[in-house]
């Protein structure tokens, strides 16, 4: 092996690529505009969420309640009868059915402890959740508001002080910029080695390049490093100009050694798109395996919900794959500042899973050659 | 050819063409071309590739849209859909290249069936009809064989049958026997001067890239660069240009500033017999290659001497390329060696290919490099000197005429000057073999007589020594000595001129045709025979026109067709079978919101009861697991940071008695790991319901029970889905997501994919209307997608648990409607895309968005606002997924759902209307 050869055959991939000008748009939008959606589209848990209120009190309190529910967090709520409710969940039009009993002002003044029935649909699992969080504390809040007049306000004994370390805010936005740049990084190293071999394949060119004297070996390293750079830099432009410029989210740890990692899990998802690329043989067959193999290993490598809720042998199966050590590991680095005391064993275990990758797919693409 | 030319200029013109011209993207395909042709006759079309033959043959077939100028062919406009519609059933195209239009994983049968069953033959016809052509053909010995496993001479004729099952009376065929070997060639046109014979009505229009074949036409058209040089016999056409060949004689019709530089081709004889010429440059000895058990090279043998031309002549597929793979050592031989100047070829030593220049079929240089980088590269690659290699690059420049396209990228470069700079990467280290496999095929006869021209200097001059494959026998005749190749055997190598002498033949192609049929032997010569035996079939009728505006049978024929194309493609297939329910199990387990077995510890100053306690009451909820206590500040902040705690619970000191007490300064300090905010929102829903929960039972039993006024319940009753679990929440969503994109994605790609095969032609060129197509299309896919559904709920209520609680049988017939809508949808994306890829992404995209954002998968229909809520009301996905939390969880029966099926049932004709709408009948 020639390290010249290897030299000269990248060069050819970043000419090659310079000329593509889907490939050169994919990468850029990925890079930014996608990190950007990413980062300010991430839906807030309750917008609009369907609410309506079966009155059947129609007291001072009862009318207090229904005016708290205001956009954007809710509809305005719509008075609906009892009967209508079952029918209305039924055919999902309502998330929340809020049922205010009668005399319930009464009771409540009386001390007799009325109860309001809630009825929440639990299929909606995200605004059920967090939205019968917030039905309970506007409806509390009125309540007590309600009854300031006529009673004076308590404390609690012992306060809870909760702090979020490391986004104090809680702002999505941050996590969604850095997971969208884990994740166009998988994405696009995939593609770009992928696209590249399948190319040559349609073109002829690679039987061309292997009458030369040039090994396998080789022409795969060439365009491992050379598509690995690409994705490599604008990994760091988008980290420093989109992110941490465009979009201010501040990055807590070492740039540097989440650059290293990156390096390692470039290795290990190039190699990965030459072997898929063996295996596919054209483009299009080659987009339908990406989205078989791309989908499981960005959802379930715990990028985009924990590892730890998903069930015990998914979260071992994905030990196998690159991405969830890289994510662990940006997530460390870059969020909570961690150094390579912390993350050194996600460093070893991409070195040995991009190595394995490595010898993989160069047996499978000697193969492929034949 | 047995029509006398003075009929054949009597008769009235079977097509006419007035100021047709023709624009693909910038180029001028044809250039106001006016032409008559003369009808019941032969007509060939001769020109090199690229000046308009077969844009010339599309429009008059109707399968492309006439875009400039007149076209009447069979007595009306062919630019009308009412005549197109009328005499399509009478017209058979064969477009270019080996088997273009035929369906490679199909049998043969199953091909002309299918051909048949679109002009609406009924069984009994076209199993009479297939049995009749095949046997004619000689094809009938493999009924079964994938028409991708024939031969080039096979496919070519297979594809005449599929053109020839309905009788047409104009029969269009684009360069049909290119590549082909000379007897097969033979055989073909035998077989249609056969068929004129029977139907002598039937004109037939063929282009050709072979002079020797026109000269055997009845009336020729000549054409370059999109206008019609000349016309006539030819006879006439030599006559006028005073040639004895059409070869000189298309050279001496083109155009002045073509002809320039035009020299006539001398190679002068090799210098033989001085000394060193006998050194031996390549020696093949009984070089075999078997794939499986397919012989692709049998037992080559034979000796070049250093600096001779040899050719090798032979069709596609007859092992020339194999055996130019294992000379340059691309390929290792299963048996006998080859070996360069002496020292055998091993595929493993690198340095043999520097001695070797090789340039592979087609052009197969990289089109996004320019002509200086693609020099550059290979100078590099082959390690020559750097400070040599400008030189040499400049050399090779001027050598092979270059220098005026330095910086062009070789796409936008002319054919014949692409071979040159083919030609001179493959000189670029200096070689002292060459080796070329089809080097000028395509190539226009000026252009292919310089590049022989350069080879023969190489040859002579720089004693390089060529070794050079080719079909096209005049070229053979330019080598010095040939070998006739054939199923992977060598039949003979000799000069040209002794072949021929040999067989006492007339011309090379005799002579080949005669070594042909010796190693064939009486095989060959069987289908021959049986065209003379045969009585001639049923007398002809007049043909019944069977049109009616919607025939089943031509629907099924697609449908039979791509049900068994899906079977043989295995990653289509699996992803159509599987990849719904390899998706549901990835967003199932992967989108997953309940969160649990979160870890936490506690930094426990006080260490009273009470904090034991405080501590217990999180430890003992289902959502949190214990870590060992946190000893101080910097362990706390260390395990915050490596991910190993989600929660950190800090109990001040004097905890515990500020609690007796009941004094409120007591201060309990949580710290959430917020790096990933979801998480940590549901972490401080937790933490804060546990506070709460601890408090007021330890204000109970400090106090006692004594409610106060004032105090309430709120009662939650969680509907449908009482343990809140986020399966039983997600499921039946994701259901009515994955019917959605994996149907249209299929369906999108099978039309799409035929476009990109160029088998769309099949449709262009028969009576198939377009809802025949589409619905046709169709059935499998919906077939297949059901399927996919009751795999997907199988999935759902036995591996995922998730209780179905309705009606099972509204479930599937809203699937049902359902997937006929999302198969409609893709078909209708398929209008508008030309490419596979484009169509993968395009239909993720169109249908993901809307079926995750707007059809109330996360938010209900009724609270979106603005466009997202006019796009949920009518995309179909909003009442499916209605539909599916309907009978999954709800327990409703169709009587509770109509109002949802009557916008899906309405989706279904508007979706198929606008994909028959938009689906184009014709190439643009």
């Avoid at chain 2, 590269?377 to 396209?405: C, K, N, S, T, W």
Wanted: glycine share 8%; with cysteine; hydrophobic share 45%.
């Amino acid at each position: 092996m020639r390290a010249a050869n290897v030299l000269q055959l990248g060069i050819k991939e970043l000419r090659g690529l310079l000329r593509d000008p889907v490939m050169l748009i994919l990468i850029v939008y990925s890079f930014t505009l996608s990190i950007y959606a990413a980062s300010t589209a991430m839906p807030e848990n309750l917008n609009h969420a369907a609410i309506a209120v079966v009155d059947e009190d129609q007291s001072p309190v009862s009318s207090r309640i229904i005016t708290a529910f205001t956009p954007p967090y809710f509809v305005v709520p719509k008075l609906v009868t009892q009967q209508e409710m079952d029918r209305r969940m039924d055919s999902g039009l309502e998330t929340f059915v809020l049922d205010i009993p009668p005399n319930f002002q009464r009771d409540l003044l009386a001390g007799r402890s009325p109860t309001i029935q809630l009825n929440v649909d639990a299929t909606r699992m995200t605004q059920a959740f967090t939205g019968g969080g917030y039905v309970q504390s506007i409806v509390s809040g009125e309540v007590s508001e309600f009854l300031d007049g006529y009673r004076g306000a308590s404390a609690s004994p012992v306060d809870l002080v909760l702090r979020a370390r490391f986004n104090q805010q809680l702002d999505k936005g941050w996590f969604g910029a850095v997971n969208e740049v884990i994740q166009s990084v998988t994405m696009l190293s995939i593609i770009l080695t992928g696209a590249a071999l399948i190319r040559e394949r349609e073109h002829g060119t690679i039987e061309h390049l292997l009458a030369m004297p040039v090994t396998p070996t080789e022409i795969m390293l060439g365009k491992v490093w050379s598509m690995g750079l690409v994705v490599l830099l604008a990994t760091i432009f988008s980290l420093v100009v989109v992110v941490q410029g465009w979009l201010a989210v501040p990055i807590q740890g070492s740039l540097l050694l989440f650059m290293a990692a990156a390096v390692l899990q470039l290795f290990a998802t190039t190699c990965m798109g030459i072997f898929l690329a063996t295996v596919a043989g054209s483009m299009p067959q080659f987009g339908l395996l990406m989205m078989l193999i791309l989908l499981p290993l960005e959802v379930l490598s715990g990028g985009m919900t924990p590892r730890e809720s998903m069930p015990q042998i998914i979260q071992d199966i994905m030990l196998a794959a690159p991405n969830t050590h890289f994510v662990i590991l940006a997530q460390s680095v870059l969020f909570r500042g961690a150094g390579l005391s912390v993350v050194w064993p996600q460093f070893l275990a991409l070195a040995v899973i991009g190595s394995l990758l490595f010898v993989f797919s160069l047996r499978r693409f000697r193969k492929f050659l034949r | 050819m047995t029509l006398a030319p003075q009929h054949a200029a009597l008769a009235a013109p079977v097509a006419s063409l007035q100021g047709v011209s023709h624009r693909h993207g910038k180029t001028l395909a044809l250039d106001g071309v006016r032409l008559d042709i003369p009808s019941g006759c032969m007509v060939g079309v001769i020109g090199p590739d690229g000046v308009g033959k077969s844009t010339l043959l599309s429009l008059l077939s109707g399968v492309q849209v006439v875009q400039s100028g007149r076209i009447r062919v069979l007595g009306g406009d062919i630019a009308e859909r009412g005549h197109r519609d009328m005499v399509c059933p009478r017209i058979a195209y064969m477009p270019q290249g080996l088997g273009k239009n035929l369906y490679p994983t199909l049998s043969v049968t199953e091909n002309v069936d299918f051909f048949a069953r679109l002009f609406g033959q009924d069984r009994e016809e076209r199993s009479e009809r297939i049995s009749a052509l095949l046997q004619r053909t000689g094809l009938s010995p493999f009924p079964d064989r994938p028409a991708g496993k024939l031969s080039g001479g096979m496919k070519q004729k297979l594809g005449l049958c599929c053109a020839l099952v309905h009788d047409p009376d104009l029969l269009i065929l684009d360069e049909p026997t290119t590549g082909v070997d000379p007897l097969s060639r033979r055989q073909f046109w035998e077989l249609i001067e056969d068929i004129r014979r029977e139907r002598a009505g039937m004109s037939v229009i063929v282009a050709t890239a072979y002079m020797e074949e026109a000269e055997r036409f009845d009336w020729l058209v000549a054409m370059d660069g999109g206008k019609i040089l000349a016309t006539g016999t030819p006879a006439e056409l030599r006559a006028r240009t005073g040639t004895d060949n059409l070869d000189s004689a298309f050279i001496a019709l083109l155009p002045e500033d073509k002809r320039k530089g035009h020299t006539d081709l001398e190679i002068p004889p090799p210098a033989d017999n001085q000394g060193t010429d006998d050194e031996v440059a390549i020696e093949a000895e009984h070089l075999t290659m078997r794939f499986g058990d397919f012989k692709a090279v049998d037992d080559v043998s034979f000796r070049i001497r250093r600096g001779e031309i040899f050719g090798f002549l032979g069709s596609n597929g007859c092992g020339k390329t194999t055996t130019m793979k294992m000379l340059t050592g691309l390929l290792a031989a299963t048996e006998g060696t080859a070996s360069l100047f002496g020292s055998p070829v091993d595929p493993k030593d690198i340095d043999v290919r520097r001695r070797i220049g090789y340039m592979s079929q087609a052009f197969s240089l990289y089109s996004e490099l320019t002509v200086r980088q693609n020099l550059d590269l290979h100078a590099r690659l082959f390690r020559m000197a750097p400070d040599r290699i400008d030189q040499r690059i400049e050399e090779m420049l001027h050598r092979f005429g270059l220098a005026d396209v330095v910086h062009s990228l070789p796409d936008a470069l002319p054919l014949g000057i692409r071979q040159r700079l083919s030609l001179a990467v493959a000189m670029i280290h200096a070689p002292d073999i060459l080796i070329l496999d089809e080097p000028t095929s395509g190539v226009d006869p000026v252009a292919r007589d310089s590049f022989w021209q350069i080879l023969a200097d190489l040859s002579r001059k720089d004693r390089v020594t060529i070794f050079v494959s080719t079909h096209f026998m005049n070229e053979a005749q330019l080598c010095d000595r040939i070998s006739l190749m054939h199923a992977g055997k060598v039949l003979v190598s000799d000069t040209p001129a002794a072949i021929v002498e040999r067989r006492g033949a007339d011309n090379l192609e005799a002579a080949f045709i005669a070594y042909l049929e010796d190693a064939m032997g009486a095989a060959s010569n069987r289908p021959a025979e049986q065209i003379a035996a045969d009585p001639a079939p049923a007398p002809q009728e007049a043909p019944v026109l069977r049109r009616s505006a919607f025939d089943l049978r031509r629907m099924f024929a697609y449908t039979q067709r791509e049900t068994l194309e899906l079977r043989r493609d295995p990653i289509r297939a699996t992803l159509a079978i599987l990849g719904s329910v390899i998706l549901m199990f990835v967003i199932g387990y992967g989108i997953n919101l309940d969160v649990d077995n979160l870890t936490f510890a506690v930094l426990d100053r006080d260490d009273t009861a009470f904090s034991h306690d405080y501590a217990l009451q999180i430890a003992g909820s289902r959502y949190f697991i214990e870590k060992p206590p946190i000893r101080d500040y910097q362990d706390l902040d260390r395990r915050m940071r490596s991910g190993e705690l989600s929660l950190a619970i800090e109990i001040p000191p004097g905890f515990g008695r500020d609690v007796e007490r009941g004094r409120g300064s007591a201060q309990i300090a949580a710290w959430i790991d917020g790096a990933m905010p979801t998480r940590a929102e549901t972490v401080q829903g937790y933490v804060q319901g546990i506070h709460a929960a601890w408090l007021q039972e330890k204000a109970r039993a400090l106090y006692g029970e004594s409610a106060s006024r004032g105090s309430f319940q709120l009662a939650i009753r969680y509907r449908y889905n009482p343990g809140v679990e986020s399966l039983v929440a997600m499921v039946p969503a994701v259901i009515p997501l994955l019917l959605m994109m994996i149907p249209a994605m299929l369906a999108a790609l099978s039309v799409v994919r035929e476009k990109e095969l160029g088998s769309i032609i099949n449709f262009y060129a028969t009576p198939v209307s377009r809802l025949e197509f589409l619905l046709g299309k169709q059935i499998p896919y919906v077939a297949l997608a059901m399927i996919n559904f009751g795999m997907l709920v199988a999935f759902a209520v036995m591996v995922f648990r998730v209780p179905l609680t309705g009606s099972f049988l509204t479930l599937a017939l809203a699937a049902l409607i359902y997937v006929i809508s999302a198969t409609g949808l893709g078909l209708l994306i398929s209008s508008f895309i030309r490419s596979q890829i484009a169509a993968i992404f395009a239909t993720a995209l169109i249908t993901l968005i809307p079926a995750v954002q707007y059809s109330g998968m996360i938010d209900p229909v009724s609270s979106l606002q603005g466009a997202g809520a006019v796009i949920g009301q009518i995309y179909p996905t909003s009442y499916f997924v209605t539909i599916s939390r309907g009978t999954f969880s709800k327990g409703l029966a169709f009587g509770d759902l109509i109002g949802s099926f009557i916008p899906l049932l309405c989706a279904v004709p508007v979706l198929l209307g606008l994909g028959t709408l938009f689906l184009k009948k014709q190439a643009s």
